[in-house]
């Protein structure tokens, strides 16, 4: 699904290598506003497709676990300087990223990504303005399209720049835009979908080798049973296994 962190800070790896032991409790990373993938409820609780995922995987692998919230930007650095021992965020697998983290087997197929723009527009994507979350394989995508790239440090923020002019469209999940869309009358999907990435898996310091066993079994469980396709049915996260 999203995003690519084209930066990292690679002087914490030997900090987060020096925490990454024995696990009482687990804490788990995500972003809290990327619906249907993680938000934040009415009672400010995470929420979302990785929220029972996560609390299902946890209780598998036999661990206490908690969650914590943290801006996209920073979400990498964070878990290698310790402040959490997972990142469950919808964060797409690739080798960027790997270069820095490991991954678990991936949680959801690779995704769609979609263009919403201004209903009714006819827009040349190739020369237009295009809005996407800075840090993500749409970003990515867009600057290396030939269209002019706008970035902004979180979801929301896309989409306000397509209604207020300052993008021509959004480039986005498709299960980030859909609910929007259909929620927008002024709003809707231009141009064809696009697969960016290779699926989106649980990011894990380079030295939690155990821990990261565990969740790739627990994973591997719920695909097996089925389990797992009736969380993506649910939340519409895409294609199920």
């Given at each position: 699904m999203?995003?690519?962190?084209?930066?990292?800070?690679?002087?914490?790896?030997?900090?987060?290598?020096?925490?990454?032991?024995?696990?009482?409790?687990v804490?788990?990373?995500?972003?809290?506003?990327?619906p249907p993938?993680?938000?934040?409820n009415?009672?400010g609780e995470?929420?979302?497709?990785?929220?029972?995922?996560g609390?299902?995987?946890?209780?598998?692998?036999?661990?206490?676990?908690?969650?914590?919230?943290?801006?996209w930007?920073?979400?990498?650095?964070?878990?290698?300087?310790g402040?959490?021992?997972?990142?469950?965020?919808?964060?797409?697998?690739?080798?960027?990223?790997?270069?820095?983290?490991?991954?678990?087997q991936n949680?959801?197929q690779?995704?769609?990504?979609?263009?919403?723009?201004?209903?009714?527009?006819?827009?040349?994507?190739?020369?237009a303005?295009?809005?996407?979350?800075?840090?993500?394989?749409?970003?990515?995508?867009v600057?290396s399209?030939g269209?002019?790239?706008?970035e902004?440090?979180?979801?929301d923020?896309?989409?306000?720049?397509?209604?207020?002019?300052?993008?021509?469209?959004?480039?986005?999940?498709?299960?980030?835009?859909?609910?929007?869309?259909?929620?927008?009358?002024?709003l809707?999907?231009?141009?064809?979908?696009v697969?960016?990435?290779?699926g989106?898996?649980?990011?894990?310091?380079?030295s939690d080798n155990?821990?990261r066993?565990?969740?790739?079994?627990?994973?591997?469980?719920?695909?097996?049973?089925?389990?797992?396709?009736?969380?993506i049915?649910?939340?519409?996260?895409?294609?199920?296994f």
């Amino acid at each position: 699904m999203k995003k690519l962190i084209l930066t990292t800070t690679v002087l914490t790896l030997a900090a987060g290598a020096a925490l990454a032991g024995s696990h009482s409790v687990v804490r788990l990373g995500t972003e809290g506003a990327y619906p249907p993938f993680n938000f934040l409820n009415d009672k400010g609780e995470v929420d979302g497709f990785e929220r029972e995922l996560g609390d299902e995987l946890c209780a598998r692998a036999e661990l206490t676990c908690e969650w914590v919230t943290n801006d996209w930007d920073s979400i990498i650095p964070n878990l290698v300087s310790g402040n959490y021992d997972v990142i469950i965020a919808g964060m797409s697998i690739t080798e960027e990223r790997e270069a820095v983290i490991d991954f678990t087997q991936n949680y959801t197929q690779p995704d769609p990504s979609a263009f919403l723009a201004a209903e009714g527009s006819e827009i040349d994507l190739t020369g237009a303005v295009i809005a996407a979350q800075a840090n993500t394989i749409q970003a990515s995508y867009v600057a290396s399209s030939g269209a002019t790239l706008v970035e902004f440090a979180s979801p929301d923020e896309t989409i306000a720049a397509v209604r207020n002019g300052e993008a021509d469209a959004v480039l986005a999940d498709k299960a980030f835009l859909s609910p929007i869309a259909e929620e927008s009358a002024e709003l809707d999907f231009v141009g064809e979908d696009v697969l960016i990435g290779g699926g989106v898996g649980m990011g894990l310091r380079e030295s939690d080798n155990d821990l990261r066993d565990k969740f790739d079994a627990a994973i591997q469980s719920m695909k097996d049973d089925g389990s797992l396709n009736a969380l993506i049915e649910k939340w519409q996260i895409g294609a199920t296994f």
